[in-house]
C-alpha cells in the first residue's frame, strides 16, 4: 500500500501543474469549497504566472496519461467542476506522441505468442491514431483483409494503477470533509473513473462491447459498428474491421465528397437514442474522432472502450423523463424523479415541478444553435443542490454523452432540433413499454416465471419438512424451569446435574 507521503507528493505536483494553467481559480473562489482545500490552491499558485482564462484540457494534458482520462470523467461532472471546466475538458481528445513501432511490435508478438508473419501479410510502421491507452496501426491479414490494429501502450498499467490509488487516496480525504463535497460523492466519482479504465486496459472486453452493440443495432441499419477479429484479438490486441470513412470532424471533406450533413446529424442523434432508450447499451465516447461518414450514408463508430450501460427501470423513467421535458408535463417528471428516489420524499413535489418547468420552457421548439441540451443539463444540475438530490452515477455516462452528441450533431446541421428529432422514436418506445400490451406481456411473463418455480417450492418445503423416518416419534417431555445463575454458581449447578446423571447411571446398572 501506497504511503500517504507519497500521494502526498504526487497531489502537489500535479496540483502545481493545475495551478500553472488557472485550473485551480475555480475550486478557490467556490464559496462551498472547504476552508483548508481553499489555502491549499493558495499555496499550490503562490509565484505562478496565471493565464487570462483558465485552461483546463492542457493542464491535465501536461500531467500525464491517466490525467487525460480523469479530466474526460470530470467532464460528466459539471456538479463538480463547473460549467466552464466541464465543458474545456471535452476537449481532451486522447491525442499523445506515439510509442515507437520496435516497442510496440515486441508487444504484439508477445501478446499473440507467435510470430506475426504468420497472422498478418504486412503492418503499416506508422501509427494512424495513439491516444493514452493505445495507439493503432493499419494491417493486412494473411487472408487479404484491410483490418485495423489497437495495441495497448507497453507499460501503462503500472502508470494507470499508481495514479488511481492516489486519487481515490485524495478522494476520501476530500469527502470526509462533509458539506457540499460529502453530498457530490467524489469518491463515487473515482471509483467509476476505475472501472471505466481498468475495462479499456483488456481489449477483450472492448472487443465483447463491439460486438454486443453490432448486435443491438440491427434495427438501425444506417449506424455501422466494424467486425471483430477474434482470432487476431487478446487482452492486450484487438483487430477489427477496417473503416473507409470521412471523420464527421471534417465538414469541408463531408461536403465535397456530397454528404446529407442534416440527414447525418439525425442519423446519430437516433442512434444515440435507440443504443440509450431502447437498448441500454450505449457507446459513451461518441466524439467527432470517433464518427466516420461512409460513402453509402451511413455513421460508422470506433473505440468502444467506454461504453454504458442503464437497466430497464432507469430507462423507462429516462424516456419519461424526457418526454415529459418535451411535452412540458412537469408534472409527471417531478412524479418520477420521487417515484426514483432521486429527490427525497421530504421535498414538495410541487415546488420541484415548478422548478423542472424553468428548466424545461426555455428549451421547447427552440433550435439547438439557440438553446441546447447541454444547457438544460447545467440547469438541472443547479436545481440539484436546493432538492438535496445525490449523485445518480449511472446517468453520468448519459449525461456526458447526451452532451457529446449534441456538439456533433450541431457542428453538422446548426438547426437541428434534438428534441424534433427525438421526440417520434421516444413516443413510440414508451407506448411500447409502457402500453396495454406491453403491461399484459410483463405480466404474462411474470406468471410463468412464477409457474416455473413450484416445482423447486415443493422440492425445499420437502427439504425443510422431511417425511419421518422409521424410528418412532420421540415423547412429550415436561416443561422445566430453566435457572439462570451466574459466576461460580454455574459451575456448581453443572457439576451437580453431572453427579446425579452419574449416580443415576450407576443405580440403573447396578
Not at 269 to 285: P, S, T, W, Y
Not at 330 to 358: C, D, K, Q, S, W
Not at 406 to 429: K, R
Not at 443 to 464: V, W, Y
Request: glycine share 8%.
Amino acid at each position: 500500500m501506497t504511503a500517504p507521503a507519497i500521494h502526498l507528493l504526487r497531489l502537489l505536483k500535479w496540483g502545481r501543474i493545475l495551478a500553472r494553467h488557472g485550473a485551480l481559480t475555480g475550486i478557490e473562489r467556490n464559496p462551498n469549497t472547504p476552508p483548508a482545500l481553499r489555502r491549499v490552491c493558495r499555496v499550490l499558485r503562490f509565484g505562478a504566472s496565471l493565464p487570462t482564462a483558465p485552461a483546463y484540457a492542457d493542464a491535465f494534458q501536461a500531467i500525464g496519461p491517466a490525467a487525460i482520462k480523469l479530466g474526460q470523467t470530470l467532464a460528466t461532472r459539471p456538479d463538480l467542476v463547473g460549467d466552464v471546466a466541464a465543458h474545456d475538458l471535452l476537449r481532451l481528445q486522447d491525442a499523445l506522441p506515439p510509442v515507437p513501432y520496435s516497442v510496440i511490435c515486441e508487444a504484439m508478438k508477445a501478446s499473440f505468442g507467435k510470430p506475426l508473419e504468420s497472422l498478418f501479410l504486412d503492418i503499416d510502421e506508422t501509427p494512424i491514431g495513439a491516444a493514452s491507452i493505445a495507439q493503432v496501426h493499419r494491417a493486412t491479414t494473411t487472408d487479404g483483409r484491410r483490418v485495423a490494429i489497437k495495441v495497448i501502450r507497453p507499460g501503462v498499467e503500472t502508470e494507470f494503477v499508481r495514479a488511481i490509488e492516489t486519487y481515490e487516496w485524495a478522494a476520501a480525504q476530500i469527502e470526509q470533509m462533509g458539506g457540499e463535497l460529502a453530498r457530490l460523492r467524489p469518491r463515487l466519482t473515482i471509483d467509476q473513473f476505475k472501472r471505466w479504465t481498468l475495462r479499456e486496459l483488456d481489449l477483450r472486453r472492448e472487443a465483447a462491447s463491439a460486438s454486443e452493440l453490432k448486435n443491438n443495432m440491427q434495427a438501425q441499419p444506417d449506424f455501422m459498428v466494424p467486425e471483430i477479429d477474434w482470432q487476431r484479438t487478446t487482452g492486450k490486441v484487438m483487430t477489427l474491421e477496417w473503416i473507409d470513412g470521412i471523420k464527421l470532424s471534417d465538414k469541408q471533406a463531408l461536403l465535397a465528397a456530397g454528404h446529407d450533413l442534416s440527414a447525418l446529424s439525425q442519423t446519430l442523434v437516433k442512434a444515440f437514442l435507440r443504443q440509450a432508450i431502447a437498448e441500454g447499451f450505449f457507446h459513451a465516447d461518441m466524439h467527432q474522432g470517433n464518427l466516420f461518414a461512409l460513402a453509402d450514408g451511413r455513421i460508422a463508430a470506433i473505440d468502444f472502450g467506454i461504453m454504458g450501460r442503464i437497466d430497464r427501470r432507469a430507462r423507462v423513467w429516462l424516456a419519461e423523463i424526457l418526454y415529459g421535458l418535451i411535452t412540458g408535463n412537469y408534472t409527471r417528471v417531478a412524479e418520477i424523479h420521487f417515484e426514483a428516489g432521486y429527490v427525497p420524499a421530504h421535498h414538495n413535489m410541487a415546488e420541484f415541478a415548478t422548478a423542472l418547468r424553468a428548466v424545461g420552457e426555455p428549451v421547447r421548439g427552440v433550435a439547438t444553435k439557440d438553446m441546447s441540451v447541454g444547457m438544460m443539463l447545467d440547469s438541472l444540475f443547479n436545481i440539484t443542490r436546493e432538492f438535496d438530490m445525490q449523485t445518480q452515477p449511472h446517468l453520468l455516462l448519459l449525461q456526458k454523452t447526451m452532451v457529446m452528441v449534441e456538439g456533433v450533431a450541431t457542428s453538422l446541421d446548426p438547426d437541428v432540433n434534438l428534441w424534433d428529432v427525438g421526440a417520434p422514436f421516444i413516443g413510440e418506445w414508451i407506448r411500447t413499454e409502457l402500453g396495454p400490451e406491453a403491461a399484459l406481456a410483463d405480466r404474462l411473463m411474470l406468471d410463468l416465471k412464477t409457474f416455473a418455480r413450484l416445482p423447486e417450492l415443493i422440492r425445499n418445503i420437502e427439504l425443510r419438512y422431511p417425511a419421518p423416518g422409521g424410528a418412532p416419534p420421540a415423547p412429550p417431555l415436561r416443561d422445566i424451569q430453566i435457572v439462570r445463575v451466574g459466576g461460580g454458581w454455574r459451575y456448581v449447578l453443572v457439576a451437580a446435574a453431572g453427579l446425579a446423571l452419574g449416580a443415576g447411571t450407576m443405580f440403573a446398572i447396578g
